[in-house]
């Protein structure tokens, strides 16, 4: 098949670019802005392969959407494209609603006047990547499903259980073939260092504060980027018209929790810039708005696809530090660049 991703130079996008160029057969376009955090050095593993192409372009000017679909023919559009930090979206909303609204209105529309050029009986399908954090916040119990409504409470999520909106309206309106699935928090290799996991790794490697929101406990639910992948190209694949999924990792952990193992992998490889880790983690004031817990029960996808993450986090973590070692020339640029490890989103 012909897969058009947008955002395929980010973190989870790039992830899928990589493996349906190195484990399918199927052609890949990635049509990506480049902003701050779209980078093409995380695409170098497969940038020569003859399926893999690459257009620059902005999810929100509908004739450079238009002419790029048109002319790659896609079976699969796959939407990664979108401002994605919290602390960001604080800061600054209005990218966040540009991006992620606007954005995926403009995508919806050139992907229904695509589709209905196609002969009848084609199997093109819009499958929009979104995150559970639409669903606002959980107490001490409980599991996001796919049926949990709606409440987001940051400017980011907000916008994200739009963009989620509209790709459902499109579906029941026009009878777009839309698939929506809702993850987990990701990490793994060639994470932009502003989030979590990435920026403790490198900070522990370079002797800076390890700063932890509040007292730490606020709990996410974390889900390896390439289990993440597979779950993803599995249901561009198999999964039936209309059907939405949550994606999620199994792995409960408290932030601090989160911090406290990332030392440890990294005490361990003798390469911190102190001999134990822990003692650069900073307590910080919290973040507005911050949602307590989120967990998210897979159980659907593993029922209808035969899904579940390959990998425990302690597996992932060990995996992720592993890489952010090895891959310098890939993290130190961003640190002296685009983004330095300063705190964002505090009002």
């Not at 994200?160 to 809702?182: I, M």
């Not at 007292?215 to 209309?242: C, P, Q, Y």
Request: glycine share 8%; with cysteine; aromatic share 10%.
């Amino acid at each position: 098949m012909r897969y058009f991703i947008t955002g395929g130079a980010g973190f989870i996008g790039s992830a899928v670019v990589r493996q349906l160029i190195e484990k399918t057969d199927h052609v890949v376009l990635n049509f990506d802005k480049l902003t701050y955090a779209g980078n093409l050095a995380s695409l170098a593993p497969i940038a020569d392969s003859d399926r893999y192409s690459f257009v620059r372009g902005d999810i929100t000017d509908a004739e450079e959407v238009k002419a790029a679909i048109e002319a790659f023919k896609p079976d699969r559009l796959l939407h990664f494209a979108a401002e994605s930090h919290v602390d960001r979206s604080i800061d600054g909303p209005r990218a966040f609603i540009d991006t992620n609204i606007v954005g995926t209105y403009v995508l919806l529309e050139a992907a229904r006047a695509y589709w209905m050029s196609l002969p009848e009986g084609n199997d093109f399908r819009f499958q929009h990547i979104s995150t559970d954090e639409v669903f606002g916040t959980l107490g001490a119990d409980g599991l996001f499903t796919e049926t949990t409504a709606y409440k987001p409470n940051s400017p980011y999520s907000a916008s994200k259980a739009s963009s989620d909106h509209l790709v459902r309206a499109w579906g029941e309106t026009y009878g777009l073939p839309v698939v929506t699935t809702n993850c987990s928090n990701n990490y793994g290799a060639y994470q932009f260092p502003e989030k979590l996991i990435p920026l403790m790794i490198i900070n522990a490697l370079e002797g800076k504060p390890l700063p932890v929101y509040g007292n730490g406990a606020n709990i996410r639910d974390w889900l390896f980027v390439d289990d993440h992948a597979d779950a993803l190209i599995l249901v561009s694949e198999k999964a039936r018209t209309g059907t939405t999924y949550n994606v999620g990792g199994n792995s409960e952990r408290r932030n601090i929790d989160v911090v406290k193992a990332i030392c440890a992998a990294v005490d361990a490889t003798g390469k911190g810039a102190l001999a134990k880790a822990e003692d650069l983690i900073t307590y910080v004031k919290d973040r507005p708005g911050h949602d307590a817990r989120y967990a998210i029960d897979c159980s659907l996808i593993e029922r209808d696809l035969g899904w579940t993450p390959s990998l425990d986090f302690e597996q992932g973590l060990q995996h992720t530090v592993e890489w952010y070692l090895a891959n310098r020339d890939w993290w130190e640029p961003i640190r002296s660049g685009a983004y330095q490890g300063q705190r964002l989103g505090t009002l």
